[in-house]
């Protein structure tokens, strides 16, 4: 570094990134880490960087570009780097307790929310199982406000920060942390509900080869896998769970495995739901089902 210019310039720090990184990441995934940093670091934006090429760092956040650049190196998500991921336009922090909130399962949550906007159900109860980081039961209280909703998760660590999240967030989400391979389907302290959401463990062993370093590394396994011989345990213990706590005309909802969207789909069929229907992701592959209870 120049002795008489004790701090680097942006620029400078893309650029060692981009020629550090390349063996690892296309350069557009290299230039979307570098500028989520600089908004999460300086508090600069892409644009802003566009029209300053020549700002400079101190020393103090150039050493949290370079300790952020050794954990990119070692594959850790940019998400857990930063501490915090967007989903449905609201932020949420995340670390090694919770699954990082993917684009996918936003669109689970617009289904529900056209869903319950064409019902317009007053005050509707919703419990989100597996809540995770909470960005499905938080996302769902922030778009109906008059709306009831219950998480679960087994996690303590999970629920600590889905409780963060709904503070950070302005809503009210009412948390529980229960094992629901452990619940017994008629639980009368889980009350009814008008909406079952869940997004459980479906990956199954036999597919980790197809599964990322930053993933496989670094988020928690029991919320990714299950084993290739139960695959679909916690859709059969959920959808019990579904129809002995969904009110009549209620509606269930999960996100599935694409490859086993079918056996999925009569799963939850035999439980006694009907009009059990499936959708595509923006990607081409199953990954939603509905189910409404009679």
């Known amino acids: 570094m120049d002795a008489k210019r004790p701090f680097m310039r942006l620029k400078e720090l893309h650029i060692h990134f981009q020629k550090t990184l390349a063996a690892l990441y296309d350069r557009e995934e290299v230039n979307n880490f570098f500028f989520m940093l600089c908004q999460a670091f300086v508090n600069v934006t892409r644009v802003q960087l566009a029209l300053r090429p020549d700002l400079e760092v101190t020393e103090q956040d150039e050493q949290r570009f370079r300790e952020a650049l050794s954990s ?64 499905i039961a938080i996302s769902l209280a922030h778009l109906f ?12 660590g999970a629920l600590e920060t889905a409780y963060r999240n709904a503070e950070k967030n302005k809503v009210k989400v009412s948390f529980i942390q229960k094992d629901i391979l452990a619940v017994a389907p008629n639980d009368a302290d889980l009350g009814k509900y008008d909406v079952v959401v869940s997004n459980p463990p479906y990956v199954r062993e036999l597919e980790k080869q197809e599964i990322k370093n930053n993933v496989l590394l670094y988020e928690p396994d029991t919320a990714l896998f299950v084993s290739d011989d139960n695959p679909l345990i916690f859709y059969n213990k959920i959808s019990d769970f579904a129809f002995e706590h969904l009110q009549p005309g209620g509606i269930l909802y999960f996100e599935i495995n694409q490859y086993l969207a079918e056996e999925t789909k009569l799963l939850v069929a035999s439980k006694g739901f009907k009009e059990v229907s499936l959708r595509k992701d923006i990607y081409g592959n199953y990954r939603m089902l509905k189910a409404i209870k009679k």
């Open 145 to 156: 406000s008059d709306a009831l909703v219950t998480a679960i998760d087994i996690s303590a």
């Open 72 to 135: 990119l190196e070692r594959e850790t998500p940019i998400q857990y780097i930063i501490g915090e991921a967007h989903f449905y336009d609201l932020l949420f922090e995340v670390n090694e307790h919770t699954l990082i909130p993917r684009p996918e399962t936003e669109e689970l949550v617009d289904w529900i929310k056209s869903d319950l906007q064409d019902i317009g159900l007053q005050k509707p109860k919703i419990v989100d199982i597996g809540t995770g980081t909470g960005c």
